[in-house]
């Protein structure tokens, strides 16, 4: 199977996962997320007056997102289930999507879809494609073999990643803040 096959095969993974999360999020779990503080206005409010230490939030976020790599990393060496790791990790991933923009909604109406955008964006696309190179290597192996230019890819992507979740994540969202 070539890109193409694996890149469907990825997007449907997500999407399920997506679906799946939006469906439990609106059916099973509706009163929890109402009942959650996390959209409500007092939180999202202490959010928008808190000052961020963006240098302590950089080194958590740099441990979190490096250590999600390196978990993946390590059970993709598990040869005879490593596309199915691959395919729960994006499951997964689609599934928490699909909670996150919906417990958002639930809360926040319309404007739930720019707070996710905003908590989302640009890091999201960075991670989509470090994390991606990896989770590809693993699924198609051993069609493709690991170099130094996925290293370089994945380390970049990760790394701007990072950078930008940690810096510009928290003034997207303050900026939204503002707006509501």
């Not at 202490?46 to 250590?67: C, H, K, M, N, P």
């Not at 699909?98 to 964006?121: D, H, Q, R, W, Y």
């Amino acid at each position: 199977m070539g890109m193409r096959g694996h890149g469907r095969i990825f997007l449907f993974l997500c999407l399920t996962g997506f679906v799946a999360g939006i469906l439990y999020a609106n059916m099973g779990a509706r009163d929890y997320i109402l009942a959650i503080g996390i959209f409500s206005d007092y939180f999202l409010e202490q959010y928008a007056q808190a000052e961020i230490q963006t240098q302590d939030y950089f080194w958590y976020i740099l441990s979190v997102r490096t250590g999600l790599l390196a978990v993946i990393a390590l059970l993709g060496q598990m040869k005879r289930i490593r596309r199915w790791i691959v395919s729960a990790a994006l499951v997964w991933t689609g599934f928490l999507g699909g909670l996150f923009f919906t417990a958002a909604v639930i809360k926040l109406g319309p404007m739930g879809i720019v707070f996710c955008l905003a908590a989302i964006l640009p890091q999201a696309l960075f991670y989509i494609a470090g994390y991606g190179i990896v989770l590809w290597y693993f699924y198609s192996y051993p069609g493709s073999a690991w170099n130094s230019t996925k290293t370089i890819g994945t380390i970049l992507t990760i790394g701007v990643g990072i950078i930008s979740e940690s810096y510009l994540t928290p003034i997207f969202l303050k900026i939204f803040l503002k707006t509501i």
